[in-house]
């Protein structure tokens, strides 16, 4: 079963790395801000496989609030921009 998190770890890292490179090299103010969202997911369903991995659901609530909050955040974001910012 260890195998199953390393990869799945692995797999995570590889797309938030991939998201990074899109945040860095996004054309649009809401390329980058799709791009942080997908980071700050990549980081709850990591933190979710670790508590998986430990059997310790101790952080269920804390993460509901941070993913929330990040939805809130993008979601206010791309509000803003799209009021700036003329539709391509």
């Keep these: 079963m260890d195998v199953v998190f390393v990869v799945t770890f692995a797999l995570l890292c590889l797309a938030a790395l991939l998201a990074l490179i899109r945040m ?10 799709v791009a942080l969202d997908v980071i700050v997911t990549l980081i709850v369903a990591g933190t979710c496989v670790s508590m998986g991995w430990l059997r310790d659901g101790s952080n269920i609530a804390l993460l509901t609030t941070f993913a929330l909050l990040a939805f809130i955040g993008s979601t206010s974001a791309a509000r803003l921009v799209e009021k700036k910012e003329p539709y391509r």
């Design 24 to 33: 860095i090299m996004g054309s649009s103010t809401l390329d980058r801000i």
